[in-house]
């Protein structure tokens, strides 16, 4: 990534809204880019990829999607939970999504193929959070049962 690419992607935010809609903004000009559109319901989760080429966001209609920066456009709608996602983490490569949801699991994701890798299972509440480690060799998640798992 050159320094031109790099400030811009931390000249930008981005945010999802109950509107169902999400905003890419530029924080110096405080407005907002685009705004990406497709979903059934409320925008949950929100994360830009390290290298700031993608987006992944987690929504009540169970559906996660995979977005382009540069144009907007939906490249992935990632499917296979029963209630809302309300988190979603890239892992530093972008090769992998780890996210959480209201239906108790967490799932894992090659962000490539649109495929999950595994769900899962343990949590006696909804999975609130996700985060993978620095190595991407493990993640943390946390759960209103009140644990966090690694």
């Keep these: 990534m050159t320094s031109n690419e790099k400030r811009r992607t931390c000249q930008r935010l981005v945010s999802g809204s109950r509107d169902k809609t999400i905003k890419i903004w530029d924080t110096v000009l405080g407005r907002y880019l685009y705004i990406l559109q497709g979903y059934n319901s409320l925008v949950r989760s929100v994360v830009f990829s390290l290298d700031g080429q993608r987006l992944a966001s987690g929504s009540g209609d169970s559906t ?12 992935e709608t990632l499917q296979g939970y029963s209630g809302t996602v309300y988190s979603v983490a890239f892992s530093r490569d972008g090769q992998r999504l780890v996210s959480g949801s209201f239906d108790d699991t967490v799932k894992i994701w090659d962000t490539m193929s649109g495929h999950f890798l595994e769900t899962l299972q343990g949590y006696n509440g909804s999975v609130y959070s996700v985060a993978f480690s620095y190595d991407v060799q493990r993640f943390a998640s946390g759960s209103r049962d009140d644990t966090v798992k690694i």
């Design 64 to 75: 996660i999607k995979i977005w382009d920066t540069a144009s907007g456009r939906c490249l």
